[in-house]
């Protein structure tokens, strides 16, 4: 399923790889992270909780989780 995931505390490259690996962890696929937009957008099977467990571990805040 598709997900857009909106996320707060990004601010450089190096936090666009922590979300990237946070979500590929948990068997994501197609994982893009937009800087700029705050949110990726990713193929992921894990219910909502667990994306916004792994990516809370990495750090930073999920706003909101979208089907789309």
């Known amino acids: 399923m598709k997900k857009q995931i909106f996320i707060e505390g990004?601010?450089?490259?190096?936090?666009?790889?922590?979300?990237?690996?946070?979500?590929?962890?948990?068997?994501?696929?197609?994982?893009?992270?937009?800087?700029?937009?705050?949110y990726a957008v990713a193929e992921v099977?894990?219910?909502d909780s667990k994306i916004k467990e792994a990516i809370e571990e990495a750090g930073y805040d999920v706003v909101d989780i979208k089907n789309i």
């Not at 490259?13 to 992270?33: D, N, P, R």
């Open 10 to 38: 990004m601010s450089c490259g190096h936090c666009v790889k922590h979300v990237q690996e946070a979500l590929t962890e948990i068997g994501a696929a197609k994982v893009e992270v937009n800087l700029q937009g705050k």
């Open 45 to 47: 099977e894990a219910e």
